[in-house]
């Protein structure tokens, strides 16, 4: 049993000495040349504007179940006016830049790692290091890139049409007048709380597609392997947003209030 | 084996036929337990082939891998084109892959890029060069490894040989003055592995390439050595039986358990008393 623990942490410490090497290339090769812009624009079209249907979905569906639920609990203290309040500080604060986070991982993270999973299977990212290219400068910087650029952008989207739904609930359903629900969501907001919902994207969108990256370039083992760096990519992606969350609000709550 | 510096001054003068443009010296490498090449030293001159033969998994491969510096040795020493790669880092090593060609098992094509842009890969991504001029080369050697009509296919549109051929000139659009094959015809019928193994006889003679040529397909190999591309009164290539002069310019070499077994010409090879390699050659 220890000699299976010793070898399952030393595994873990060499994922991370490597997860590290390669967060240090990206870094390298973000401050120095060549740099392919045209492949990142294509990973901003792929990962911002590709992400747009299931980000707009979540955000606008869990702003309405927001407002049912909270407007349920809000009752018991005859508070349902103050809904707006609710949404917008959870909408922009914590369910905005997490659940955007973990959607974009489910439907980026997984890509990436098994696009870059069957290139490293078929001796693809070989093949670029043969022809003079850096696989991290050429496949992983520019994906790095889009998602620290994107994720935010998204968030913002999915607090907005979040908000939005749960006008919608809050008019229609709770009967609250719309003018009492926006004055609620504008009272409730703060400047610490936007900076908030605007800082925190950034990392998770970083972790995101960095460990989907890392997971698909050390891909091996076939096309079985390419379906295992799929599952790892989107298991380690989501557990990182929800840690990085807890560590990254904890850090600016200190800081920021 | 010659002393390193004096190797050093020899590959510095590469261009010369005959003299060394790859070297390894005593050359060792291990995965974790599994020792993969023990003690393993050759050069490979300019103009010259070396075909590699072996059991799977003899390190025939690995051997390709490390010159390009996809690897590193634990021990030894390897010089390309002068320069020794075992301790170079990955940056610097991009200066020597530029005179360097690898095709790949299977062709690693990009997927997601059509021939034309798989072909013209390294000069549209990685140098300077006009994309007219690009193209004029993309169209050249497309039309070199008689490919032009698919110029614009992508790689899934190709069969198992046109897209060898494609990965061939892949690595020739550069002009590199080593190529690697890595069984550059494992999984083709033969009509089509003639074809491959054609193109590498005329890069040999006709371009002047050093190729390092890794397979177990023996009547490749042997094909490879004993033919030779010659380019007739009407500028046309034909593949005639090699001279005595050319058939002294391909060696073989065998490995087995992480030690060279062999290392000598076609006449050599076929005239060895050797039961493990007359088992081989059965």
Known sequence: ????????????????????????A?????????????????????????????????????????????????????????????ISASMIKELGPVLTA????????????????????????????????DPVRKLALPRVIAGVVMVPILTVISDFVGIVGAWIVTVTQLRVASSVYWNSVVDALYPEDIWMGLIKPVFLGFA?????????????????????????????????????DFIITKLLISLLY | MATSSSLEARLSRVKTLGEPIIAF????????????LKDISFELRTGFTKIFLGASGAGKSTVLKLILGLLKPQAGKIWVNGVRVDTLSESDMMKVRDDLGMVFQEGALFDSLSVRENVGYKLYEESDMPLDDVHRRVEEVLGWVELEEHIDKMPSQLSGGQRRRVAIARAMTFQPRILLYDEPTTGLDPITSITIDEEIVKLRDIEGVS????????????????????RGPDGKVEIVPASPEKLEQTEFVMLREGLIAFEGTVRELRATDDPYLKLFLS
């Open chain 1, 102 to 133: 973990l959607m974009v991982t489910g439907r980026v993270g997984s890509g990436i790692a098994a696009e870059l999973g069957s290139m490293a299977v078929t001796d693809q990212l070989n093949a670029l290091r043969a022809l003079g290219t």
């Open chain 1, 1 to 24: 049993m220890s000699s299976f623990l010793i070898a399952w942490s030393k595994k873990a410490v060499l994922e991370v000495q490597e997860y590290v090497k390669l967060c240090v």
């Open chain 2, 25 to 36: 010296e005593h050359v060792f490498l291990a995965f974790g337990d599994n020792v993969i």
């Open chain 2, 211 to 230: 190729s390092l040529m890794v397979t177990h397909q023996l009547r490749d190999a042997f094909w490879v050595a004993e033919k030779m591309a010659v």
């Open chain 1, 26 to 86: 990206l870094a390298k090769a973000a401050t120095s040349r060549p740099f392919y812009y045209r492949d990142v624009v294509e990973q901003l079209d792929a990962i911002g504007v590709g992400s747009l249907t299931v980000v707009l979905l979540t955000g606008g569906f869990t702003g309405a179940v927001l407002a049912l639920q909270s407007g349920m609990t809000l009752d018991q203290f005859g508070a349902r006016s103050v809904v707006g309040r609710l």
């Open chain 1, 208 to 244: 995101l597609v960095s460990i989907a990256c890392f997971v698909g370039m050390r891909t091996t083992g076939g096309t079985q392997g390419v379906g295992k760096s799929t599952t790892a990519a989107v298991v380690a992606g989501s557990v990182a947003v929800l840690v990085l």
